[in-house]
């Protein structure tokens, strides 16, 4: 015996936001603050439905991508009028990791689309397979930027304007550092991997034009030869970030979860009323969301409404421990190990 049920838990944990009009309506400072900045009822408060974490995401990708244009920008024409190889390194990343925001941004519009006949568990893989993209877009700046580096190396070219070029490594750490919080944040906030590779990706752009920094210093101090070496040391800073983000994104792909991720789960399905032992609890990652089933025994008298009952809270409790979790099912087995019911919810 089986009861089947469709709670559409993706918005039961909704909120309203107007508590939070005293904070921003009172003055042009605190509307653009609300604009642009992650915010909750407090410290502690994730984003907890899809549809929320979604739009969330869309406009951290939106507000990054206007941030790196204008910097990517200003450091082409200082690149024309100076003829820096690692400013022109250090652009060409740039201008890379823009273009890989356009494929994020519909990543998480496709996430957002209702599963079909074809792709019963939605769509929402596709985060994830940006994020490699990402890393092969990475991986071609890389090889681009070792090969004018070299080239600089074997064949030294005059370089002028050095005043414009410091001023634009300057610049350019303080943009990227500014994208590369907001992104990093958000993406920890809603558990998206590929837009935490990508505030990374900015930290990486932010570094890199301090080397450009370094390289116009060497430049002044009479050693020719340093920009072309700075060009070379941001090659290695962006190889360490390429590892990096791969080693989460393929994590994901392979259905790997953070340590700690299913003991929280098993303990929050443990300490529900009615339960006796939990046997199973497997989660995942779906994107930017997550999901999970568990095995629990509960008394062999039980009815199959009071078991349905109990796994009612054992989903209410897993979710409380992970608030980005969805699709939780929870499956009840008595104490006497024949099956009683499976309660999919």
Do not use: C
């Not at 049920?5 to 605190?30: I, L």
């Amino acid at each position: 015996m089986s009861v089947g049920h469709d709670h559409g838990h993706d918005d039961a944990h909704g909120h309203d936001h107007a508590e939070h009009d005293h904070e921003h309506s009172g003055s042009w400072w605190g509307r653009v603050r609300h604009a642009v900045t992650p915010h909750s009822h407090d410290v502690n408060d994730a984003i907890q439905t899809a549809e929320e974490s979604s739009r969330e995401g869309i406009r951290t990708a939106w507000i990054g991508l206007a941030g790196m244009m204008a910097t990517a920008v200003a450091q082409v024409v200082i690149v024309w009028l100076s003829g820096s190889i690692a400013l022109l390194a250090d652009t060409i990343h740039n201008i890379g990791h823009a273009a890989t925001t356009i494929p994020l941004i519909l990543a998480f519009r496709l996430g957002r689309r209702a599963p079909t006949a074809r792709y019963p568990f939605g769509f929402r893989r596709a985060e994830d397979l940006v994020g490699l993209l990402i890393s092969g877009v990475i991986a071609a700046s890389i090889a681009l930027i070792v090969w004018e580096s070299i080239d600089a190396l074997l064949n030294p070219r005059e370089m002028t304007h050095l005043g414009w070029v410091l001023a634009a490594g300057i610049v350019g750490f303080a943009g990227n550092e500014a994208v590369a919080v907001y992104r990093i944040r958000t993406g920890r906030k809603i558990g998206s991997a590929a837009l935490i590779a990508e505030g990374q990706h900015a930290r990486a752009d932010g570094y890199t034009s301090l080397a450009v920094v370094v390289g116009a210093i060497g430049v002044l101090l009479g050693f020719e030869r340093a920009d072309a070496i700075a060009g070379l040391l941001i090659a290695v800073a962006i190889t360490g970030v390429l590892v990096n983000s791969l080693r989460i994104i393929v994590r994901r792909l392979m259905d790997g979860i953070e340590p700690g991720t299913l003991e929280a789960l098993r303990h929050a399905a443990a300490d529900s009323p009615g339960v006796r032992e939990v046997t199973e609890v497997r989660a995942r990652w779906t994107g930017h969301r997550m999901e999970a089933d568990a095995t629990v025994v509960v008394d062999a008298d039980l009815d199959v409404g009071a078991a349905h009952r109990i796994a009612e809270r054992v989903e209410d409790d897993m979710r409380a421990v992970r608030h980005n979790l969805d699709h939780v099912s929870v499956h009840v087995h008595s104490s006497s190990h024949e099956h009683l019911t499976p309660a999919h919810l």
